[in-house]
């Protein structure tokens, strides 16, 4: 940098809106992203900017708006399961690219199974400006209490019955239950088995309903149902039970891709075909359900999409926007050769 550069004033948000013949205020107002300004006037500026090299002091203009520019994405689960599990990092890079256009920061917080008051404490302590809650149990109550004091979006049906605004982005888990429990029945199969999902977090209840209601509707009564943990450890071992036991089945609905990937390979170290002996679907289409033996028929839900929808509904809701509580997310059927 030259004697003259450096004793060039440095540029400022008065110098910009003199030099594009408009308002501070609407200078402000392009470099915040506002929408609220006309072409020209937009175009002026920043050729303005380009010129003066200005460069917006962010840290400032958070402060004053007593903002932190960050957003946090909190997964109430151990590490471990959160790296086995495709569907979190598909919400992530979905959340991620959709911040990548704004001024917010992703942080993650995985929540201490040791501390877990340590996430709320952190969330609490004015370092960010909102949080993307997934994977949501019922126990999770100091997330409903944070619901008043900071803008949330949970991605899937929180189990909290007490908070007056709640923000979810989630499929109808019911429908895509009973549907892929259809297709079972649809085979003529008459003997249903349910590997369910927790029954402390909104999916695992809702997908239990939906597997009861098809099988109520087409007149049978589901022989087995029991629950795991949406990993293919839980559909591993549940399975192996259920031959143990001797329970009688010629469909499986498995709650998980992940379950559904553990309950076939108990399937096939029992010697029981797929699907010539036992039909079975699932919900997810990710790593899992594509590399079983054999592939799985599922309903194939977007948790990139659905990543993405929950950024920008937080964002719209830290600035003051009016958003729906419910955004409900389409679903794929996927036929594959499970069923």
């Known amino acids: 940098m030259s004697m003259e550069e450096a004793r060039k004033p440095q540029a400022t948000l ?33 050729q303005a900017i380009r010129e003066l090299n200005y460069v917006p002091n962010r840290a400032a ?20 399961k959160f790296f086995a599990d495709p569907y979190f990092a ?9 911040l990548a256009g704004t001024e917010f920061m992703l942080t993650l917080l995985l929540s201490t199974e040791s501390d877990p008051a340590k ?18 149990h019922a126990d999770d109550q100091s997330y409903a ?30 429908a895509a239950a009973r549907q892929a429990t259809e297709l079972i029945i649809d085979r003529g199969r008459s003997k249903l088995a349910m590997i369910a ?13 939906g597997f009861q209601r098809a099988v109520h509707d087409a007149g049978l009564e589901p022989v087995a149902i029991e629950a795991g943990d949406f990993t293919p450890a839980s559909g591993h071992r549940i399975m192996q039970q259920m031959i143990k036991n001797n329970v ?39 790593s899992f359900a594509r ?3 054999p592939p799985l028929t599922t309903i194939a839900q977007f948790p990139e999409r659905q990543g993405e929808i929950m950024a920008e509904l937080l964002i719209k809701r830290i600035h003051g926007e009016q958003v729906p509580e419910w955004s409900i997310m389409d679903t794929k059927l996927v036929l594959r050769d499970s069923h």
Do not use: C, W
Request: aromatic share 4%; no cysteine; glycine share 10%.
């Open 291 to 293: 590399s079983s033996t």
């Open 14 to 46: 008065e110098l910009v809106a003199e030099r594009a013949g408009v308002s501070r205020a609407t200078v402000s107002r392009v470099v915040n992203g506002s929408d609220r300004v006309k072409a020209g006037a937009k175009k002026a500026v920043e």
């Open 90 to 98: 598909k919400v992530v890079q979905g959340a991620a690219r959709y």
């Open 145 to 174: 209490d944070l619901g008043a004091l900071l803008p949330m979006v949970y991605g899937g049906r929180t189990m909290s019955t007490d908070q007056n605004e709640i923000y979810v982005v989630d499929i109808d888990n019911i």
């Open 197 to 209: 999902g927790p029954q402390d977090m909104g999916a695992g209840l809702d997908r239990l309903i």
């Open 248 to 286: 009688e089945f010629d469909g499986l609905f498995a709650a998980s891709a992940q379950m559904g990937f553990g309950a076939l390979q108990a399937l096939a170290e029992a010697g029981i075909s797929v699907p010539e002996q036992v039909s079975v679907t699932t919900v997810d289409d990710d």
């Open 61 to 80: 203009r958070s402060l004053a708006q007593g903002r932190s520019n960050s957003i946090a994405l909190v997964v109430p689960e151990n590490t471990a």
């Open 119 to 136: 996430t709320t404490r952190y969330l609490q302590g004015g370092n960010v400006d909102g949080a993307l809650v997934l994977s949501h």
